[in-house]
């Protein structure tokens, strides 16, 4: 059904296109809701290594929030066998950026799926396409943007250790992914900087430290 779709809409005008995928998502979205709240979302960004999922685990034990990692969606994609899989594979061992309606379109459906009003998405967007497609097709600002501001060195010193048996965490892939990082990654965050949308956190401390001035962002905002 929804590959029909597809289909035909590429007989579409693309600005006809976008409009109606936004208008489903954000049906999608607000059907799914509990209590018919408006959906929050706060982007949790910062270098490969950086310690977003450790603290986005913090966060989701002391504030309420789901978490969700789009490296991990895109992994899980992986696992379940999709045809997208071999692609996704490939581009993430090769620390590149996979395209975004792939991306996006794993997001919307964890929104409706988590069926909360407070979402912190970790590694999103992590390039000027991610962004501009989200706020095309999903049209929901983030309350702010979270950045962990860590070293290289640091980064590429936790991610030789993190032990997880992850494909893209050997020396050649985090070069590249720290390459991407400085190259991609950064102006997004310097876009939200310039909108004075950033909140920035020294993430060369160690973990506990970390979460304390995150506690205090997410202790303001509550
Ligand atoms: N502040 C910290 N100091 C030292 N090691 C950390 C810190 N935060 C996370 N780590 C460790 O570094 C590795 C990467 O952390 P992770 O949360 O997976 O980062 P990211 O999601 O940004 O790649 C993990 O092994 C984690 O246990
Ligand atoms: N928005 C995103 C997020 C991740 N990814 C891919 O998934 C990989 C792992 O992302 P991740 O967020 O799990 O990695 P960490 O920064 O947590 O180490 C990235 O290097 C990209 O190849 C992507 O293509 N687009
Ligand atoms: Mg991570």
């Not at 913090?58 to 929030?65: D, K, Q, R, Y």
């Not at 070293?151 to 892939?173: A, H, Y």
């Amino acid at each position: 059904m929804r590959g029909g779709l597809v289909a035909s809409a590429r007989l579409l005008p693309r600005p006809l296109v976008r409009w109606f995928l936004q208008r489903r998502a954000q049906q999608d979205i607000n059907e799914n809701m509990s209590g018919g709240k408006k959906v929050k979302i706060i982007f949790v960004l910062g270098g490969p290594g950086s310690g977003k999922g450790t603290q986005c685990s913090n966060i989701v034990e002391h504030f309420g929030f789901i978490h969700l990692s789009a490296g991990e969606l895109l992994r899980a994609e992986i696992n379940s066998g999709s045809e997208n899989g071999t692609m996704i594979d490939t581009i993430i061992k090769e620390g590149k950026i996979v395209p975004s309606e792939i991306t996006i379109k794993l997001l919307q459906e964890a929104i409706i799926k988590g069926g909360n009003d407070k979402y912190i998405i970790d590694g999103f967007p992590r390039n000027e396409e991610n962004r501009v497609v989200f706020e095309s097709v999903i049209n929901i600002s983030p309350e702010f943007v979270l950045f962990f501001d860590c070293s290289e060195e640091e980064m590429e010193r936790r991610l030789l250790g993190r032990n997880q048996g992850r494909s893209d965490d050997n020396i050649e892939t985090i070069r590249k992914r720290l390459k991407v990082f400085v190259e991609s990654s950064l102006p997004v965050i310097e876009y939200y900087e310039s909108k004075g949308m950033v909140k920035k956190i020294d993430a060369t401390k160690p973990a506990p430290e970390v979460f304390e001035d995150v506690k205090a962002i997410f202790t303001h905002m509550a």
